[in-house]
């Protein structure tokens, strides 16, 4: 049975993901290897709805396999996604103030984010999913002031995973 990982930019989802199991699956990587270029550049050229078309066809194929699976921070905005969610049964909300995440985002250069372009913008995104998180989790961990091998470890010893 898989692993979900959730939450807002920022908030470690890979990082987690990567301590969890050699092999996992990055939601967004995935995404860019199917359509062959970046999210930010897909964005530009498609727009949000398009790439959240096809990232529910890649999450409903990811999550049929016994794995661990980060997803992008608004793997919630489609409905048909909230539904895959909301009937697994190990689902992880990652989550932190707004501020911490705000601050790991703007810091993380490798990662180009195109709904966190703007500070206050991003603000209201995060104030409208985090209802969303919340619903369809099985374990939330605030990752404010814990290590990624803390949170690790909290996610094996609640499934009991080595």
Do not use: C, H
């Amino acid at each position: 049975m898989s692993i979900i990982l959730i939450g807002f930019m920022g908030a470690g989802k890979s990082t987690v993901a990567k301590l969890l199991a050699e092999e996992f699956t990055d939601l967004d990587q995935l995404i860019e290897e199917e359509i062959e270029m970046p999210i930010a550049t897909f964005f530009e050229l498609f727009g949000e709805a398009d790439f959240r078309k096809i990232e529910n066809e890649v999450f409903e194929l990811a999550v049929q396999k016994d794995i661990i699976i980060a997803t992008g921070g608004g793997i919630i905005e489609n409905p048909k996604n909230l539904n895959v969610l909301d009937r697994a049964s190990r689902v992880v909300f990652l989550t932190a103030d707004f501020d911490t995440l705000w601050k790991r985002i703007s810091m993380d250069w490798q990662n180009v984010r195109p709904l966190a372009q703007d500070k206050e913008a991003a603000q209201l995104l995060f104030e409208k999913r985090m209802k969303d998180y919340a619903k369809v989790a099985d374990l939330t961990i605030d990752v404010t002031d814990k290590s990624p091998e803390q949170i690790a470890e909290l996610i094996r010893e609640k499934w009991e995973i080595e």
